[in-house]
C-alpha cells in the first residue's frame, strides 16, 4: 500500500474541511489552518515524510494566526462604522423638556434626533422639576425610560 497518495488525500480533504468550516464561523481562524494544511499539502507532493508534512503545515498555521490574522482583523475593523446605535446611539444625546416633569410622573423629552422618550431625571439632579424647553442630556436607558441630567443645550 502506498502512504504518498493516502497522505495527499488526507491533506486535501483537511483543507477542504477547514475551508468549509470558515466559511461558517467567519473568524479567520479555520482559514488559516486550512492554509497551513495546504502546507501539509506541499510538503507531502514534494516528497517529505507524513511527520514532516504534519510540522510544515502547523508551523505555516500558527505563523498566519500569529502574524497575519491579527493584521487582518484590524484591517478589517477599520472599515467598521464608528458611530454608537441603537440605545449606546442615545447615551449622550442633547434634548429638551418636551413635558414637564412632576414629582408624581415622569415627563417626557425630545431628543435631538426627533424622537420623544418619556424620561426621568437622574437621582442626583438638584432641580427635580425643570421647566418646558429646558436642555437636558441622556445619561442612561432603562427599558423606555431615558434618564437624563440637565445640560447644555446643543449648538447645530
Known sequence: MNIDWIQTVVWIGLTLLLGVVE????????IML??????GLIAALVGAPWWLSAIVAAGVALLLL???????????????????????GLIGLPGTVAVAFTPSSPGQVRLANGETWSARLAPDST????????????????GSTA??????????
Open 23 to 30: 466559511i461558517f464561523t467567519l473568524d479567520f481562524i479555520f
Open 34 to 39: 486550512a492554509a497551513g494544511a495546504a502546507g
Open 66 to 88: 500569529s502574524l497575519v490574522r491579527p493584521r487582518l482583523l484590524v484591517a478589517l475593523g477599520r472599515g467598521a462604522d464608528p458611530h454608537r446605535t441603537n440605545v449606546e
Open 127 to 142: 432641580v427635580r422639576t425643570p421647566p418646558l424647553g429646558t436642555p437636558v442630556v441622556v445619561e442612561s436607558i432603562e
Open 147 to 156: 434618564v437624563v441630567r440637565l445640560g447644555e443645550r446643543a449648538t447645530s
